[in-house]
């Protein structure tokens, strides 16, 4: 990974003035003080890491400086010089550009027309576009951050880790000279992610300021010139890498002291069998899976990105068909589709929260208990006390942070919604839940918390499955683990096998 400039140097090499300065920025949403006072300065050729809890205010600071919100008080300077950033336009004339966790593509537009969208060459007629050039110009762009990809494919085709380096892409099209990267490894394998690390190594050294948000330690002591600490909507702190360890990043986060090993009670003696799949396969790629899961263990699902990992679940849940083998949940076989199998208590946490896991636009409390409808009303007449009631106790369970449950859920932090789309299921009394990237961009405070719950779930009688790319998370939480290559099961490792080093070895190399 790349190394971080010496402090010292970093210092002396500053010029007067940052590139870019926010100070004193403020910012109210109804019942939430998002940003209070906050001040955050960037200057040429540094990666400025920035760290907090879901909720901290990390991503409402990114969207006011690139002018999605407009701050409620405080000033910008860029150079020295007082500017106005009051929309997104006035941002890119700055110089800035964002990548968001959340992508920000069309998916029925082609990667090329994704790239320059809103800035597109005009043709040789009036009113057309250059589209030859727009393919050229972004084969040209992907080359430069090492993406070998046709530009003409529809973004709707592409995974999420292709999705990522399409906004990187996107973002790099722009000049920006202040680049600001939330979670840009969450969903890249370990040699995309080092194409990343080179890239900005490149763009550090042409004295692009690089924004870098990221829940990864090791990132942020690797590749971080200085650090700035959110809390609650506050600035707490900046301090260089050389200055703090993990463990007081951690504490100046979350305001307590973290256990980041996940301890846990492992499963001594075997449930019974929730789960049995059979040879299973799906046109998704996957084929020939066999595995089982037994309550009261956690097992892992884990490999390379593109393995197959998410396509397994899905076609366990139904949401994507199987054509041949079988899925047999409690002793009986199951052939439907997602009702069914919500009906009989299969329970999928996506890896896309936003798109296949929420109604963003509905109440925290309508999402609670969307899933629990024939368990709470069986009668078929909504009772909305009864529906509140589950829903609060949810909240104040899953310690949701939100002024209630009738806060719309598209307005929480990551992290927060996360747990809405778990609380659903609570909800639902599932005795199986699928974990597809359960803490992909959520703060050690928050997986603390899933992980215990997790933990609690498992030890009350019920059975977890749990992708992750992070194979960290798979080795401390899991029981055991299946590894997955190339849409197949490659190999199935006890709870004394599971080490980083054999599931590489299994997803990478064949036995």
Known sequence: MTEAIPAAAAQAARPAAPLFELRGISKEFPGVKALDDVSFAVWPG??????GENGAGKSSLMKVL???YRADRGEFYSKGDKVEIV??????????????????LVPYLSIAQNIFLGREPAGPLPGTIDRRRILSDAKRILDMIGFDIDPSIKVEKLGVAQQQMVEIAKAISQNARILVMDEPTAALSDRESELLFALIARLKADGVAIIYISHRMAEVFAMGDRITVLRDGRRIDEVLPGEASPDQLVRMMVGRNVDMSYPRNFATEPGRVVLEVKNLSASTGISDINLTVRAGEIVGLCGLVGAGRTEVVRAIFGADKATAGQIIFEGREKTGGPDEAARLGLALIPESRKTEGLALLRSVGDNLVVAAMRKLFPSGLFDRGAASRTADGLVQQLRIATPSAKQAVGLLSGGNQQKVVIGKWLAADAKLFMFDEPTRGIDVGAKSEIFALIDRLVAEGAAALMISSEQAEICHVCDRAYVMRDGRIAGELSRAELTEENIVRLG????
């Open 46 to 51: 540094e990666v400025h890491m920035l760290l």
């Open 66 to 68: 690139c002018g999605a």
């Open 87 to 104: 929309s997104a336009a006035d941002a890119q004339r700055l110089g800035i550009a964002v990548i968001f966790q959340e992508f920000s």
């Open 508 to 511: 990478m190399h064949h036995a």
